[in-house]
């Protein structure tokens, strides 16, 4: 590419179609593996996932109150290994204590806390008229 402004060409970005779409997956499925291998809250996190995923499928609710809870508990996957990501960034860098370093992690985790106040709260509004109903 004689693009002026490819100036730094990433030498893994040269595939395209399938190939890149299959080497993506590769990763992701890697990415996958390494955080249910080394993370412990991404497996419990992940096992939430596992009971509670049957539990909206046979609920009495319509298919998009049940996407809304299974997609809820996806979400909490997705935030848990993105602060995951930027706790291995940040401890790659260094390992000694610093302000910024901290702020980060912490960033991270209020963000994981959020995903799950997100996910109690659509279950509880979902849920509680079923229970109270009965």
Known sequence: MNNKYHINQ???KGNK???RAWHAAKNSWCGLVYA???ESAFRQ????FALLTPVAIFLPINY???ALLVSSLIMVLVVELLNSSVEAAIDRISFEHHDLSKRAKDFGSAAVMLALF???LLWA???IP???EM
């Open 36 to 38: 249910f291998m080394e």
């Open 17 to 19: 179609g399938f190939t």
């Open 10 to 12: 990433n030498p893994h």
């Open 130 to 132: 079923i229970v109270l």
């Open 125 to 127: 509004s979902v849920c």
């Open 118 to 120: 997100i996910a109690i």
């Open 45 to 48: 996190e992940l096992t939430l």
């Open 64 to 66: 998009l109150e049940k």
